[in-house]
């Protein structure tokens, strides 16, 4: 990878990682698969008319995509979300990475190298730390839907990186277009309350409403789907376990939680690992 995309992969789970603190403040204000639909309807509307459309060939993947991406994996994870604490949810969505390396293998023929298997190992172990924070809820419904959302992340990555390279803008605004119908339809099933929110939303939720749209969305998905169409998944992914890093930084800042030894650790073992994937293998002298 070169440097330009290194910082562009470092940047991405900044991002994702703050809208942890976002997602946790919309959530509280709409319903959340209804602020979900909010998000895909406003990105939608900002950049459909906009993009080229998907061709015939491209028509299927983007709508399997905007299913794992969208229905799948944010409805998941803003339920889980929801219900969970926020920090709990960052670790849990870190089986993300190691879902996508080992799906990339049978599927993309991507063979991680030792040098990636160790820095995901270690990585994970960070995360593992971070996880031990007490305080955490008993409760395994939420995590369960953050490890389920975890998994159609990774296949989304697959499919991405399989049926591509998509132009990153129209990838987004088509996927998003064909997620609204499905994250609406949930929400109508499940929740109550929609129309009400609308009126007594405060700024906050539609502030971390435009979070997740702009920041979140649009230039954060922007840059993940450009790196994906650039470099393997194997290098890509990894980057990935600095989200939890971020998402507590992001709470320690924003939220007024404490900054203990642990998440210290975690976070720089998460760090050093995501660097060792990054280690090119030597050629081997003949």
Do not use: H
């Not at 995901?120 to 007490?134: K, M, R, S, Y």
Request: hydrophobic share 60%.
């Amino acid at each position: 990878m070169s440097a330009i995309q290194i910082v562009c992969a470092v940047a991405v789970p900044l991002i994702w990682g703050y809208q942890f603190v976002a997602i946790k403040v919309g959530v509280a204000e709409f319903p959340p698969l209804f602020f979900l639909a909010l998000r895909f309807l406003a990105i939608t509307l900002l950049l459909v008319p906009f993009v080229d459309r998907p061709t015939r060939r491209q028509l299927g993947p983007v709508a399997a995509i905007s299913l794992f991406l969208g229905g799948l994996n944010f409805g998941l994870f803003y339920v889980g979300l929801g219900l969970g604490s926020g920090s709990m949810s960052a670790v849990a969505y870190q089986l993300a990475t190691p879902f996508t390396v080992l799906l990339a293998w049978p599927l993309l023929a991507e063979r991680p190298s030792l040098a990636t298997c160790a820095g995901v190992l270690l990585a994970f172990v960070g995360v593992t730390v971070l996880a031990a924070e007490p305080g955490q809820s008993a409760n395994p419904l939420p995590l369960l839907l953050v490890v389920g959302a975890a998994f159609a992340f990774a296949v989304s990555n697959v499919l991405t990186k399989r049926y591509g390279p998509f132009d990153p803008l129209m990838l987004m605004g088509w996927s998003s277009l064909l997620t609204v119908p499905q994250v609406m339809l949930m929400s109508l099933l499940l929740e109550y309350g929609q129309a009400a929110s609308l009126v007594t939303a405060g700024e906050r939720g539609w502030l971390a409403l435009a979070y997740t749209v702009f920041i979140g969305g649009i230039i954060g998905f922007g840059l993940w789907f450009w790196l994906i169409a650039r470099c393997s998944m194997v290098r890509v992914a990894p980057f990935g376990l600095l989200l939890p890093v971020f998402a507590l930084l992001s709470s320690v800042v924003f939220l007024g939680e404490r900054m203990t030894p642990k998440l210290i650790i975690g976070g720089l073992l998460a760090i050093s690992g995501v660097g060792i994937t990054q280690v090119r293998p030597r050629a081997r002298s003949i």
